[in-house]
């Protein structure tokens, strides 16, 4: 499967963005998605994830009750809302897809094969 992210983009403290994570591959909605993002010079963190069936879905604490991840399989897209954003969330963020990740891995970058190209946002306090 191939993922492309976009959306990102600059936008003030306390503004909005949806990020779309589109997938190619008629087999998309048996996988589970996940976004991660990556500061400079920080590691790449994990943001969120959602299971293929959209019953599960989990978030960092640093963005829990801001961001909502949901899917949509008849388009074969991702999305990231993200609300209330601040300085600390600008970031190259990424979505990720496996079929085979269990639950608890999901937080985990190494548990997804498929990576997007990223898309980056910047948020001017």
């Known amino acids: 499967v191939q993922l492309q992210a976009s959306g990102g983009g600059l936008v003030q403290a306390g503004g909005s963005l949806r990020l779309s994570c589109a997938a190619s591959g008629r087999t998309f909605s048996r996988y589970h998605v996940g976004w991660f993002r990556q500061a400079p010079g920080k590691e790449r963190e994990f943001v969120a994830y959602?299971?293929?069936?959209?019953?599960?879905?989990g978030y960092a604490d640093s963005v829990k009750g801001r961001f909502t991840i949901s899917r949509d399989n008849t388009k074969t897209t991702v999305y990231l809302q993200m609300n209330n954003l601040n300085s600390e969330d600008t970031a190259v963020y990424y979505c990720?897809?496996?079929?085979?990740?269990?639950?608890?891995?999901?937080?985990?970058?190494?548990?997804?094969?498929?990576w997007g190209q990223g898309t980056q946002v910047t948020v001017s306090s």
């Open positions: 990720a897809a496996d079929s085979g990740a269990i639950l608890s891995s999901m937080t985990n970058p190494s548990a997804y094969d498929y």
């Open positions: 959602i299971r293929w069936s959209g019953g599960s879905t």
